[in-house]
């Protein structure tokens, strides 16, 4: 790829939500480097697939400190990126990036300490060349340190102007309450919650979603496809090259949870989006869209082939009852 001119029409191509009550507007699909964007991963295929979304509206970038692999090494990629193709279109990007998970050695590395949240935010933007993120996060809730530290680093982070607003991820419903109730007291921009949520993870509605909505903020998505399982590429087993057959740990999806009725379950669901004239991919991102308190989902790809067939979830039809009822019945 030599000199990346986004097409002119991009925003006509894609919806935008706007994030609880902020005047923040994020693409329904957003792009997630967690895999495939790692110092190991091919930079031309990472560089196509970024400016491949771009191109077709993808406004809004998912980080975090440790994505990689080695960790750090995806914020690493993106930086060289937007340095080649995206220089001038910074006011244009999202661009996320979050800390909770253990980063470096010694006490000050992990977890939701200030220390941690601030240091962590420093070298993250080191890493993507930029002077602020758009939006920071805590990665997961720490049962070891006061709420009111997190919160409060999460508040200085605005204040030093590193950050414009901000987030928590895999929060319960009661700890996102409790730090929504500490984050307004602060004035802190506190406006979206980052969660698992596909048809084979549906925790969030027992009870964030509701939460979210009461709050008056955002909802993003993670692993709408299950991490590949709710597509069809393991009906007939477990392809090389795929996220299941390359083991790559820190929660990646592994052999062993590629089970023969959850693959019969995948079969059933295929069956409705052939039916709907999707791909099951599709059938599954529009499924998680259409709870209207899901402001975006975060799409994972390890191809440009993926991402261009994923994007199309938003051209399908809207789902009738019947659909509904189906879906509900095979994942019970
Ligand atoms: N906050 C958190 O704790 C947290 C945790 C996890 C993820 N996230 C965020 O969410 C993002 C997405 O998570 P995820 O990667 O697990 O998402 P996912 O959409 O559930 O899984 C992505 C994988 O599905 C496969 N895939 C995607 N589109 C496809 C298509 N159209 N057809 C066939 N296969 C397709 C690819 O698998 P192959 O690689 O096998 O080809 C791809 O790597 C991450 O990048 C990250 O930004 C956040």
Redesign the pocket.
């Known amino acids: 790829m030599s000199h990346f001119e986004p097409k002119p029409e991009r925003y006509d191509l894609m919806k935008y939500n706007r994030c609880g009550n902020s005047g923040l507007m994020l693409p329904a699909l957003s792009l997630?480097?967690?895999?495939?964007f790692g110092k190991i991963d091919d930079f031309k295929n990472a560089r196509k697939i970024v400016c491949k979304a771009f191109d077709h509206g993808v406004t809004h970038f998912?980080l975090a400190n440790n994505y990689g692999p080695p960790p750090g090494s995806a914020e690493k990629t993106f930086g060289k990126i937007l340095k080649k193709d995206l220089k001038s279109y910074r006011d244009e990007i999202i661009v996320s990036s979050?800390a909770g998970y253990t980063m470096w050695p010694g006490p000050y590395g992990d977890w939701g300490s200030k220390k941690y949240l601030v240091s962590s935010l420093d070298q993250s933007l080191k890493r993507m060349r930029l002077d602020y993120v758009d939006i920071f996060y805590h990665?997961?809730p720490d049962p070891n340190t006061p709420l009111e530290e997190t919160m409060g680093a999460l508040d200085l982070i605005v204040r030093q102007g590193k950050a414009l607003y901000v987030g928590i991820?895999?929060y319960n419903p009661e700890q996102t309450a409790a730090a929504s109730k500490m984050l307004k007291s602060m004035g802190t921009p506190f406006i979206i919650h980052?969660a698992?949520y596909?048809m084979f993870d549906r925790t969030v509605e027992g009870g964030l979603l509701d939460v979210v909505e009461k709050e008056e903020i955002g909802c993003i998505a993670?692993?709408?496809?299950?991490?590949?399982l709710l597509?069809n590429?393991y009906l007939g087993g477990i392809p090389e090259g795929?996220?299941?057959a390359s083991h790559r740990g820190n929660g990646a999806i592994e052999e062993d949870q590629i089970s023969g009725e959850k693959i019969e379950k995948v079969r059933q669901l295929n069956e409705i989006a052939e039916g709907r004239g999707q791909?099951l991919?599709q059938m599954a991102l529009a499924w998680v869209l259409h709870d209207k308190r899901i402001t975006s989902v975060?799409?994972?790809?390890?191809?440009s082939k993926?991402l261009m067939?994923?994007l199309e979830c938003l051209n399908g039809p809207e789902f009738s009852k019947k659909e509904l009822k189906a879906i509900q019945g095979i994942l019970g």
Do not use: M
Request: aromatic share 6%; proline share 3%; net charge positive.
């Open positions: 997630g480097l967690w895999h495939n998912d979050k990665h997961r991820s895999n980052q698992r596909s993670f692993s709408p496809l299950a991490q590949g597509t590429k795929s996220r299941a791909s991919a975060i799409l994972g790809v390890s191809k993926q067939d994923s």
